[in-house]
């Protein structure tokens, strides 16, 4: 069985191409994308992390990765302003940024498969030698992308599908 | 010409004050939901406003229809920029006043194409 059999490949699809499109429109970067993955083990490294819920017929997270120096790279870009002057607009900047690939994964799946659900308000993490355990049953793949040379993350959880 | 911008996020409303700067608008007036709003037009009338719909303490679709109930103000157009994207979601906005409408993410130049064609109302 493949690594990404557990979610629908459609979920996974439409949440790459999201990503990739917020990035495009709001960001001003391409993102390159590699190969999903859904092993436990699967960690990344990341200082910052941007969380959005949504519910419906399937419920669960859309989560963000990345570098400090990611995010901020991404906030200038948004803000069009140089990295070095980012001060403290980072975390409304993570949290617009997953809001709108939540957001525009939401959409792509209300038109995919016909399902309605409501999102969350963003959250942001901001740290260091941390990472988050989930304590109930649920089904994880996590999307590598490449924006120049920093490694970003997008993660799917779902805590209960359509089909379960 | 005097510009509303009502969204609760900081990062929002500077993409869009940049936007408006490059299309010559510098007279730009924040405020972080529809409650804030209502103060800043409480302190003057504006020619635009551009919300957001999901913002804490009053929503976008509830601020519009207050302003839409307020005889001084009423007629000043209403630009919402949303990720709110489903057909009924667009419906209820219209329903509530609104006059254009943009979805997250957009283009640089979808917003201006939206920003002129409500201007030119």
Same mark, same amino acid.
């Given at each position: 069985?493949? /690594? ?22 709001? $960001? ?7 190969? #999903? ?22 419920? !669960? ?19 069009? $302003? %140089?990295?070095?002057?980012?001060? !403290? %607009? ?13 957001? =525009?994964? +939401?959409? +792509?799946?209300?038109?995919?498969? !016909? %399902?309605?659900?409501?999102? =969350?308000? #963003? ?14 049953? *649920?089904?994880?793949?996590?999307? /590598? ?12 959880? $779902?805590? &209960?599908?359509?089909?379960? | 010409? &005097?510009?509303?911008? *009502? ?6 409303? &500077? ?8 299309? !010559? ?19 003057? /009338? ?7 719909? @999901? ?15 307020? #005889?001084?103000?009423?007629?000043? /157009? ?5 990720? @709110? ?12 006043? *609104?006059?254009?409408? $943009? ?17 030119? +109302?």
């Amino acid at each position: 069985m493949p /690594p990404t059999a557990a979610i629908d490949s459609l979920f996974i699809d439409e949440l790459t191409a999201a990503t990739r499109d917020v990035f495009k429109t709001m $960001v001003f970067q391409d993102l390159e994308a590699a190969s #999903p993955t859904s092993e436990d083990a699967l960690k990344p490294g990341a200082n910052v992390v941007g969380t959005v819920a949504f519910a419906g017929k399937t419920v !669960g997270l859309v989560v963000f990765y990345s570098t400090l120096d990611a995010a901020q790279a991404i906030t200038a870009s948004m803000l069009g $302003v %140089e990295p070095a002057s980012v001060n !403290g %607009e980072l975390h409304d900047a993570i949290g617009e940024l997953t809001n709108m690939i939540a957001g =525009s994964f +939401r959409t +792509r799946m209300a038109h995919a498969k !016909g %399902e309605t659900w409501a999102i =969350s308000v #963003p959250t942001v993490t901001v740290g260091s030698d941390f990472y988050t355990k989930y304590v109930s049953d *649920v089904q994880r793949v996590l999307c /590598p992308f490449r924006m120049n040379k920093a490694e970003l993350y997008v993660e799917l959880i $779902v805590t &209960r599908s359509a089909t379960q | 010409m &005097r510009f509303l911008i *009502v969204d609760d996020s900081s990062t929002m409303r &500077r993409i869009i004050i940049n936007t408006l700067n490059k299309l !010559g608008h510098q007279d730009v007036a924040e405020a972080g939901n529809g409650k804030e709003g209502l103060d800043r037009l409480s302190a003057g /009338p504006v020619d635009v406003i551009i919300t957001d719909w @999901n913002m804490p303490e009053m929503s976008g679709i509830d601020f519009i229809r207050t302003v839409r109930s307020m #005889p001084e103000i009423k007629d000043t /157009p209403v630009l919402m920029v949303t990720t @709110n994207a489903a057909k009924d979601d667009i419906v209820e906005a219209l329903k509530a006043g *609104v006059n254009s409408y $943009v979805v997250k993410p957009f283009t640089p130049d979808t917003m201006k194409e939206k920003i002129e064609a409500v201007l030119a +109302r």
